[in-house]
T-cell receptor, first 111, second 115 residues
Framework: LAKTTQPISMDSYEGQEVNITCSHN???????ITWYQQFPSQGPRFIIQ?????VTNEVASLFIPADRKSSTLSLPRVSLSDTAVYYC????????????WGAGTKLIIKP | DTGVSQDPRHKITKRGQNVTFRCDPI?????LYWYRQTLGQGPEFLTY????????KSRLLSDRFSAERPKGSFSTLEIQRTEQGDSAMYLC?????????????FGSGTQLSVL
């Protein structure tokens, strides 16, 4: 059963870069790593996805080391509106690759 | 609005009543998922459809739950004889890609309160 481990919560300040690390020691060879963001009373929203090395889009960067046993979501220059729960997911090889969601990381941005 | 829509946004019901929720996915998406989420937890997979076929259902899902997607477009999730433990946010998501870990597009959910 593929699982991920990430911090329960993090605090930061506006304008800072925030890095959230996720460990996934049992990631399958063909699994991708996907991050979602969720605001209260809304469904999760896709942020970024990667397989190896580095991926960057207009919202975030994702760093994946060569062994792929962890990944780091990097949010540049956060604002108050980045306060949300962030989920790191990999596919579950035992359940037709359905995503298994943990409790995520609650990120609080302070002024 | 071309996103995933769910109806109703909120539902309050008494224990023992039946409730039905509707999800309209993004029109060209062939996969549709139902999840349940309680406060402080991540979404819990319930079931998913590939077009009109229900391909997987959580082993933890009670027989009181049933889902349909009759024409491969919208879907309904029905809960019979609701219990207080059914109180949760019910999320619908859709996707297009066929490979594992495909990008999911979520609706805003239906918040169910069972009194």
């Amino acid at each position: 059963l593929a699982k991920t481990t990430q911090p329960i919560s993090m605090d930061s300040y506006e304008g800072q870069e925030v890095n959230i690390t996720c460990s996934h020691n049992n990631i399958a060879t063909n699994d991708y790593i996907t991050w979602y963001q969720q605001f209260p009373s809304q469904g999760p929203r896709f942020i970024i996805q990667g397989y190896k090395t580095k991926v960057t889009n207009e919202v975030a960067s994702l760093f994946i080391p060569a062994d792929r046993k962890s990944s780091t979501l990097s949010l540049p220059r956060v604002s108050l509106s980045d306060t949300a729960v962030y989920y790191c997911l990999v596919g579950d090889r035992d359940s037709n690759y359905q995503l298994i969601w943990g409790a995520g990381t609650k990120l609080i941005i302070k002024p | 609005d071309t996103g995933v829509s769910q109806d109703p946004r909120h539902k309050i019901t008494k224990r023992g009543q039946n409730v039905t929720f509707r999800c309209d996915p993004i029109s060209e998406h062939n996969r549709l998922y139902w999840y349940r989420q309680t406060l402080g937890q991540g979404p819990e997979f319930l079931t998913y459809f590939q077009n009109e076929a229900q391909l997987e259902k959580s082993r933890l899902l009670s027989d009181r739950f049933s889902a349909e997607r009759p024409k491969g477009s919208f879907s309904t999730l029905e809960i019979q004889r609701t219990e207080q433990g059914d109180s949760a946010m019910y999320l619908c998501a859709s996707s297009l890609a066929m490979r594992p870990n495909e990008k999911l597009f979520f609706g805003s959910g239906t918040q169910l309160s069972v009194l």
